[in-house]
Each structure stands twice: as C-alpha cells, then as structure tokens.
C-alpha cells in the first residue's frame, strides 16, 4: 500500500518476467471502437445455476438487468455495450498461483468461496461452467475496463468487484481477484504507476489490500462497517487510509464521512486511475451489509466519486460489487443515470443525442418539456436528459499526457 507521500510511485518495483509476459500477450485488452460507450458486459455474467442460486441471498441477474433497465428505457443502445472476453489461464496466473487456480477444481473448496454448501456435491466441469466461467468473464471485463477508463476518461464493468480475493485466497462469493489482476494490467500495458482503489462496498476489501500489502504505487481508501465479515485485521493494517462505520449508519452521516474521506485522500496521493468498488450492500436492509443507506444515498455516493474523479481529471473505473438484493439492479441503474444527466459520463451515441435534442426542441415548441428526467425506483433523479456532447467531455478537459488521452480527445474533438 502507498506511504502518505504523494511520491509513493517511487516504491514500485518492476513486475517478474514471467507477469510481464503473461500480461503483454494477453487478449483481453480489446480494441473498442468508438461507436461503442465504455460499458461492459455479457449475458455470461449473470449465474443461472440449476436453481441452486435460489439459496444464496442475491439476485445472481443483478448484472443483466442493470443492462436492461439502461436498455430498454433508452439510456444506452445495446450494441454500444462492450462484451470483454473469458479471462484465460494464463490471464488469472499473473496473480494467482498455479495452485490456487488448481484448487478450484475441487467443487469443495468453490462452496466454501462462494458460501454454497450444496455446491460441493456437483460435479466440477459443471460448477466451471456454470459458475466460475460467469466470474472469469466478469474479470475480463475488470481488466478491459481500466484500458477504457484512460481512453475515454471513465469506463463501468456492470459486474466484477471480487474485493475478499487474494492471490492465495478465495472468499465471500469471490473466486478470483479481479481488482489485483486489473491494476498489475494497468501498470504494464498502460504505463501507469499511482493507482487509488476507493472501495465503498459495505464490507472490507480485504482481497486487494493483502495483494498490494506495502506496494507504494496502490492507495487505499476502504469505507466499510467494521462490524461484519471479513474481520480480517491483518489486511486492515495496509489500508491507507480506513473509514470503520459501525451497523445502522444513516445516509447523512455516511455522506458526510465519505466527504471528509475524499478531500483526505485528494491530499494524500494523486492517482493516474481510480478502481472505484462500488457495492450496494450499503442500502437499507441488505442483510449482510447491515447499513441503513437509501436508494438516493447510493446515487449521491456514485456523484461524488465520479465528480472527485473528474474534478481532477483522473480516469475511473467502476465496478459493481456486493449488494445483491433485488432492488440493487435498479438503484445502481439509475445512479448511473444520474451520472449521465449530470454529465459525469455519456452513455447516448452523438446520433442519439442530437436526435433526442431535436426532439426536445420539437416537444418544447409544443410545449411539452416537462418531465424529461430519467428516473426509476431510486426517484433521485431529476436532471433533464443527457447534453453531454454539448458540453465539456471527461477526456476533453484532461490535461494528462498520456497518449490515450490525446486520442480520446482527436475522437471527440473530431
Ligand atoms: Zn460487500
């Protein structure tokens, strides 16, 4: 984890040859044209399980219906959403040991990662297939959404956040440590070395932050209530910088807090990506995150991280984590709504967006102009649709250097 000095870049040491390789001759740094929008997912994330995902407490289509809800409600045409390819072997072992990996073909030890007790007793290609094949993929969409934060200023994988994985241990439903591998990605194939981790999820990230124990080039800052598993103290000494809430915390404390935690870490260290976890295991009446945060809370959560990001034109990516009650698919959509009315990210094409404003001129001479603000059960919403091409894109107000950077802004600067 960084020192509290801005300069903790200085602690990096190079990756092994082998890690080098293994992430210079991967396939998951897509090239994504710019017709699509930095959203990432595939109908394989979602876990249909012969039933059996009926017994955990999740909705395990979390991921597909958060696409849906953006689809068809017209927020995001669905061909502009970007599918990452499977994670490979190869891909998972430049943090994973052979033998972790190994260890997951014993359908004994997948239940005890994934708290399914009766997992243990099906048959291991179908626990692959049917389980760990949806985790691989929504890595893969991790580790191509840190390439697309620095293109377009901000990418959301809708799934990933596997924050209880370490290179040596799976834990609380997660199997692989996406989190580690998208940021050791990052830092060879993107020529980075500062990277801030802000992980809001309800419950301590403990995964990430025994992976970049004493590593100067990965800050932390992890708000969680310390009240709930992992109770994993070791971990907690290389937090940067800790929130501990206890149960029951409202939403305008949470805020608060999250407030005085973001200008802190603004004056600590300056990132060149930000990996923001953002689990819903905060809401009100999540049974494991035992927060009392509303729907609006959350969505006002996601504004302030993606302003913080901006305000200081630092790339983010998002990730979608815990929380899998049923009413998360539709909070965590329309906070990303939110966040495209409030011109955080743009998720309509250039046609759709003068199409709709055309239409909006046309309704306005009729009078009609009420009403536009795209909100659903969260109802934080209130902002009028999207004008993000008409202003001030993410990438344009850049002032980085880094090459991706100027080609985002030839693309949209046409
Ligand atoms: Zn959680």
Redesign the pocket.
């Known amino acids: 984890m960084a020192s509290s000095a801005p300069s903790a870049a200085a602690g990096a040491t190079p990756p092994d040859p082998l890690r080098r390789d293994r992430i210079l001759s991967s396939k998951l740094y897509l090239d994504v044209p710019g017709s699509k929008a930095p959203v990432v997912y595939s109908p394989a994330y979602d876990i249909a399980f012969l039933g059996i995902e009926k017994l955990h407490p999740f909705d395990s289509s979390k991921w597909g219906r958060i696409c849906k809800f953006l689809t068809k409600e017209g927020h995001l045409e669905k061909n502009r959403v970007v599918e990452p390819l499977e994670a490979t072997k190869d891909d998972l072992l430049v943090v994973h040991s052979e033998s972790y990996l190994n260890s997951l073909k014993s359908s004994l030890k997948v239940a005890s990662i994934v708290e399914l007790p009766p997992v243990a007793f099906i048959p291991n290609w179908l626990v692959q297939q049917k389980l760990l094949y949806p985790f691989r993929k929504q890595v893969g969409g991790s580790i191509l959404s840190a390439k697309l934060a620095l293109e377009r200023g901000w990418a959301i994988n809708v799934g990933g956040g596997f924050h209880h994985c370490s290179a040596e241990q799976g834990g609380g439903f997660c199997a692989y440590a996406d989190i580690s591998l998208c940021i050791q990605f990052a830092f060879v194939r993107l020529n980075i070395s500062r990277v801030m981790i802000i992980d809001l999820?309800?419950?301590q990230g403990n995964g990430h932050e025994k992976d970049f124990a004493n590593d100067g080039r990965v800050y932390t800052l992890d708000m969680y209530n310390a009240g709930i598993y992992p109770y994993d103290h070791v971990a907690k000494r290389y937090i940067d910088q800790k929130v501990e809430l206890v149960s029951g915390t409202k939403t305008e404390d949470y805020l608060d807090q999250l407030d005085k935690a973001l200008k802190v870490a603004e004056s600590r260290f300056q990132p060149q990506l930000i990996v923001y976890n953002a689990?819903t295991?905060i809401l009100d009446g999540d049974p494991?995150?035992r927060l009392k945060i509303s729907p609006q809370g959350v969505v006002i959560r996601d504004e302030k991280v993606f302003r913080f990001a901006k305000d200081q034109s630092i790339p983010l990516l998002m990730l979608t984590?815990?929380g899998y009650m049923k009413s998360s698919a539709r909070v965590i959509a329309d906070s990303i709504i939110n966040l495209s009315n409030k011109n955080l990210i743009e998720l309509v094409s250039l046609t759709s967006s003068l199409i709709r404003s055309k239409l909006v001129c046309s309704a306005s001479a009729y009078g009609d102009v009420g009403g536009g603000g795209a909100t659903g059960g969260g109802g934080a919403v209130t902002a009028p649709p999207s004008t993000a091409f008409a202003t001030a894109s993410f990438s344009d107000v850049s002032s980085q250097t880094s090459p991706a950077y100027s080609n985002v802004n030839r693309v949209f600067k046409g």
């Open positions: 999820d309800a419950h689990g295991d494991l995150g984590s815990g």
